[in-house]
């Protein structure tokens, strides 16, 4: 069955820095997500994208926050300059068509020290 | 502001027994809802989704959506210590399709 994965599973990073997170999302569909966790509180939607743009972003999603489909296969999401709040598991999503069930990846868990 | 709201429990059953978890939401137009589980340190996992009135069965799962009372709910027959997790209620709030809110969960624990 279709999974979708990122990569790292685990990053440490100093606050100030620059981290990229991966995501391969299931290879048909067409509707892109990241989400986060941090410890202890609620799934937060962060951005969805669909046909090479943001289709909708959430208060969370400031100026350091950025994603990207460099390619056909990869969805990433940048933090520019990581603060010790942005600590949290970061999930990725698809789904295949608009208001399809959205399918979670393993997550990326995000330690900024 | 738009919310789902979840009895974040703890809820205990014993083995065998049905397991009721309930939630509720503010946007009258949403149109799609979802029974996520997720396990300690692990991603969500999709039990269900319902988009119409009434129930929806899958298996020992059951959805059951009311949109005039603006409640979704999933019930678990025969209840296994397996079935131990939290269970997140997810909604289209939006009706846009383009995110999903979470409400904070309902721990659930399944009593050998």
């Known amino acids: 069955e279709p999974e979708v994965t990122q990569t790292p599973s685990h990053q440490v990073t100093q606050m100030g820095q620059e981290v990229i997170l991966r995501c391969v999302p299931i290879s048909n569909h067409l509707y892109f997500y990241w989400y986060r966790q941090i410890l202890g509180q609620k799934v937060e939607f962060l951005v969805s994208?669909?046909?090479?743009?943001?289709?909708?972003k959430s208060e969370i999603f400031d100026d350091q926050f950025s994603v990207e489909r460099p390619d056909g296969s990869n969805f990433t999401l940048k933090i520019r300059s990581t603060k010790l709040e942005d600590s949290a598991m970061y999930f990725c999503?698809?789904?295949?068509?608009?208001?399809?069930?959205?399918?979670f990846g393993p997550g990326t868990r995000l330690l900024v020290l | 502001q738009k919310e789902v709201e979840q009895n974040s429990g703890p809820l205990s059953v014993p083995e065998g027994a049905i397991a009721s978890l309930n939630c509720t939401y503010s946007d009258r137009g949403s149109q799609s809802f979802f029974w996520y589980r997720q396990y300690s340190g692990k991603s969500p996992e999709l039990i269900m989704f319902i988009y119409s009135n009434g129930d929806k069965e899958d298996g020992r799962f059951t959805a059951q959506l009311n949109k005039a009372s603006q409640y979704v709910s999933l019930l678990i027959r025969d209840s296994q210590p397996s079935d131990s997790a939290t269970y997140l209620c997810?909604?289209?709030?939006?009706?846009?399709?383009?995110?999903?809110?979470f409400g904070s969960g309902t721990q659930l624990t399944v009593l050998p």
């Open positions: 997810a909604v289209d709030l939006s009706g846009s399709a383009r995110q999903l809110t």
């Open positions: 999503a698809s789904s295949p068509g608009q208001g399809g069930t959205q399918y």
């Open positions: 994208f669909y046909n090479n743009e943001i289709s909708e």
